[in-house]
């Protein structure tokens, strides 16, 4: 009885999670172009969807935007990480006060701030700007990952290859990096799709020049119930559903 | 030894450095924005004046932020009730089925949240799924209005946020120390007394931390009462946009975007707190 | 670890190169109303002179000044402000001269377009597209003839079904109209009762729309709306209980026009595509396809009968007697715009 009522539970969530989603899928098939009743069946959406040159150029855009700011970022967090892991040094505070700063930050804190910073800067805005405030605000997350890692690991090792010799750098390539790199990857794929959904930053330090995926988007909803951002949605969320089953169907043969 | 000054040298500089021009000059020229003068030609003029933080007070201003903060709690509130007993259930389940649980919360959360606001349209309105399904029960003989009002952007929040109240959840539940729940069950502790006094406070960092996750976005999010709420029900997000986007008061909007910094910065205290008491009372 | 590193260079160096031959190709940034331009006829422009369009949108004459202004007209080779934008635009220096040289096709234009005031000699502004702001009434909730002005949606019967633009001029200036004055009245102390008028109207409204308010109409979470002639050609269009109806208080017209800002990177594109819009069939197609009037003479004989007539896009000439264009208010904006904000958070 008391697992039935745990189940119901369950699924009553999982319900409330996903309905909404099966249903756009739903009405992505709607044969009518401006209401919510049911029409008939087509699957035109989804070629006038395909067709749609300038929503294909935006969702490249975000890929190239979200692997060049992700890149970065891991290099700058894991860089970070292992300076608050290893030194000492004055701007230590500095350093782990903003990292909590930016992960807490109300998104439209950061927005108009970095917006600003722009603006006052005289960068004209676009993918210059994007890419800076992404690399900024995914950050944080690849540090707090790669630490966690490297807390776990045991700091002898490094001790023992400066007391065989290796210099700095032969330490951290040799050493640290590998060990640490379960938890760079993970960092790099946080960063990716913190980048790819983000949308309160993007809209305002995105510029007239590159248009990425989440703000297309968001115009198109604003416009109301359209049957093609119907199809882009559900495809969407395949696309998105497809990926993690994957990454964990990888991730189970490898254990 | 020189060598290893270069290479800490180089991570130190260009970590701080990134920070410091991304995150703190930025945060310190909104503050400082806050006290000049709105001007004309140019956005900002330099006159100081403390007429924008006190602006805050103004029931102009104030109300909406009331409004806003007492739907972003009620908000984290219902994330909490409905996520602590499904994060729970789910803590306790088998490892695999705990993985594939997880999974399917952790789905739409990667799916863009934009997408899952505008799902909810197909629901709400008034020809809408909820709306059938209520005509169809019998509860309702007219259809309720739902979509453009803020009961609409209360559901839009549960739902778009109920993912990042779960996780923190989950991951506080399954560090939980079973030995403790059962010892105080030992002891003669009721189910009731038990989750109260062992089970509560010891997952009190992850209900705090989901709090957060849940509360400071519905602060904002501003495109959810854009999409749900027929652009009228006005949150501080919106608010804020509004300056900067059409009314063109920077310094104003400044100002309000400090008062949710130092909302923030009152949450991440009270976490801290919590943190370093659970840590005192856990077994070492 | 080396070929990480490696990798990791290749790929920074891909995208370095992958930017810059993205700027170098010839583009357009084309800032725009939302759903006033077609796919269809961007994708024929660049067909023919190979030149991309970027098409970015914005609801509202406020959103796009903010933003060009920030910009500092930086960024975007076409915007197209309504005409009392134009004016404050063009004193601002916000926006580039139009070489008349490079627009061969601007003799198509119907003479009644050229030289308006807001801007003289056409020295900034090219007209685009034109419509009225009215009253759409969902015919089968409400009866027919019950709303004939503005001052009928004060109705309590109404509470609750209202759509409003979000614009702060169409707004204000539907209750200076009820009170009696001209959408463009300039005394403080009339503003201030439009908007207290405006803000009686409020508690009543269901959604602020102005980027596609026909959604709401055809999905009947609302039954009247106040809105533009094209979105209202669509609705009825759709569905043909929707009509459409002039206030009787008086209507108000306003002219679109295509203008380049003062720093575009593309003036030359600008001008093609300009001059491109000008030609009549291109303009019969976007007046046929958006339900707005074009001011494009020559592409009058070109349209199909039915929009011709219709009289929600071309209004007849009785219609249009006693309407007034909305044009700049000088510093009076400040004023609107105070009220203006005060209206948008509702106190």
């Not at chain 1, 497809?242 to 490898?254: G, H, I, N």
Request: hydrophobic share 50%; proline share 5%; glycine share 6%.
């Amino acid at each position: 009885m008391k697992r039935m009522v745990k189940a119901v539970y369950l699924g009553t969530v999982y319900l409330f999670l996903y309905l909404p989603l099966a249903v756009l899928t739903i009405y992505s098939f709607n044969d009518a172009k401006h209401v919510v009743t049911w029409k008939g069946f087509t699957t035109r959406w989804y070629v006038k969807l395909a067709e749609n040159s300038v929503l294909l150029d935006a969702a490249v855009n975000s890929l190239l935007l979200a692997a060049a700011s992700a890149t970065a970022a891991t290099i700058i967090g894991t860089l970070a990480a292992i300076a608050l892991k290893r030194y000492r040094f004055t701007g230590r505070t500095i350093l782990s006060t903003s990292m909590y700063v930016v992960m807490m930050s109300p998104d439209i804190v950061m927005g108009i701030s970095l917006l600003m910073l722009f603006v006052l800067m005289g960068l004209p805005l676009g993918f210059t700007t994007l890419f800076l405030s992404h690399v900024t605000f995914c950050l944080p997350f690849v540090t707090v990952t790669v630490l966690a890692r490297l807390t776990g690991l045991d700091g002898n090792l490094a001790e023992a290859a400066m007391d065989l010799g290796a210099r700095e750098f032969e330490v951290f390539s040799r050493i640290i990096l590998p060990l640490a790199m379960p938890g760079v990857l993970a960092g790099w794929l946080l960063s990716f799709t913190l980048s790819l959904d983000d949308v309160i930053i993007s809209f305002f330090v995105t510029g007239p020049t590159f248009e990425i995926l989440p703000l297309k988007i968001y115009s198109m909803v604003r416009l109301g119930v359209k049957p093609e951002v119907n199809a882009l949605c559900a495809v969407m969320f395949g696309v998105t559903l497809a990926v993690v089953s994957l990454t964990q169907l990888c991730f189970k043969e490898r254990k | 030894m020189k060598d290893r000054s270069l290479f800490k040298a180089l991570a130190v500089t260009l970590t701080v450095g990134w920070l410091a021009v991304f995150v703190i000059v930025p945060n310190l020229l909104t503050l400082a924005t806050g006290f000049l003068t709105r001007g004309e030609p140019e956005f900002v003029l330099p006159v100081l004046t403390f007429d924008n933080y006190a602006r805050l007070f103004d029931p102009a201003f104030f109300d909406i932020f009331l409004d806003s903060v007492w739907l972003a709690l009620c908000t984290t509130v219902l994330c909490l009730l409905v996520g602590y007993p499904f994060a729970y259930i789910l803590a306790r389940l088998t490892p695999a089925r705990r993985r594939l649980g997880l999974l399917f919360v952790i789905i739409p959360f990667w799916t863009n949240s934009l997408i899952r606001t505008y799902a909810l349209i197909a629901i709400l309105n008034v020809n809408g799924l909820f709306n059938a399904a209520l005509l169809w029960l019998g509860i309702v003989s007219e259809p309720v209005e739902l979509l453009y009002t803020n009961t609409a952007v209360f559901i839009g929040f549960t739902y778009t946020l109920l993912p990042f109240m779960i996780l923190p959840l989950y991951a506080s539940i399954e560090k939980l120390d079973h030995r403790l729940i059962e010892a105080a069950r030992d002891l003669g502790a009721g189910s009731f007394q038990t989750f109260f006094r062992v089970g509560l406070p010891l997952t009190l960092p992850g209900i705090i931390a989901g709090s957060m996750l849940v509360f400071l976005p519905a602060l904002s999010m501003f495109y959810v009462p854009d999409i749900l709420g027929g652009a009228k029900s006005l949150l501080v997000g919106n608010f804020i946009r509004n300056q900067f986007l059409v009314a063109r008061d920077w310094p104003f909007g400044a100002a309000a975007s400090v008062l949710l910094t130092v909302v923030m910065g009152l949450l991440l205290y009270v976490y801290w707190l919590c943190h370093k008491r659970v840590r005192r009372a856990e077994p070492a | 670890m080396k070929k990480h590193l490696l990798a990791l260079a290749v790929l920074l160096a891909a995208l370095g190169m992958v930017i810059p031959a993205q700027a170098a190709d010839k583009t357009l940034n084309v800032f725009i109303w939302s759903e006033y331009l077609p796919d269809e006829v961007v994708a024929d422009f660049t067909r023919e002179t190979g030149i991309k369009v970027k098409l970015t949108t914005y609801e509202s004459n406020e959103t796009m000044y903010a933003k060009i202004k920030m910009l500092g007209g930086k960024g975007y080779d076409i915007v197209v402000p309504s005409a009392e934008y134009v004016s404050r635009m063009a004193a601002e220096d916000l926006l580039a001269p139009i070489d008349k040289g490079r627009l061969p096709n601007l003799t198509n234009l119907d003479d009644t377009f050229r030289n308006l005031s807001y801007d003289p000699d056409n020295g900034h502004s090219v007209p685009y597209m034109w419509g009225t702001t009215g009253i759409a009434v969902n015919t089968d909730l409400v009866p027919e003839g019950q709303i004939t002005g503005y001052a009928d949606l004060w109705n309590p019967a109404l509470a609750g079904r209202l759509l409003l633009p979000d614009d702060m001029r169409t707004t204000l200036g539907m209750a200076l109209k009820v009170l009696g004055y001209s959408t463009n009245d300039t005394d403080p102390a009339h503003i201030e009762q439009a908007y207290l008028r405006a803000k009686s109207l409020y508690p009543a409204v269901k959604v602020f729309d102005s980027d596609s308010p026909k959604q709401a109409l055809l999905n009947r979470e609302v039954t009247v709306a106040v809105l533009w002639s094209g979105e209202a050609y669509v609705a009825n269009d759709e569905n043909d209980k929707i009509v459409y109806v002039f206030p009787k208080e008086g209507v108000n017209r306003w002219v679109d026009n295509l203008c380049i800002p003062k720093n575009a990177a593309n003036a030359e594109s600008a001008h093609a595509f300009i001059n491109y819009l000008l030609r009549p069939e291109v303009a019969a197609k976007i007046s046929q396809e958006m339900g707005y009037a074009t001011p494009n003479k020559a592409a009058m004989p070109l349209l199909p009968a039915e929009i011709r007539d219709n009289p929600i896009i071309y209004p007849p000439a009785d219609r249009l007697t006693g309407s007034e264009f909305e044009t700049d208010l000088g510093s009076a904006q400040r004023i609107y715009e105070q009220y203006w904000s005060r209206l948008k958070t509702g106190r």
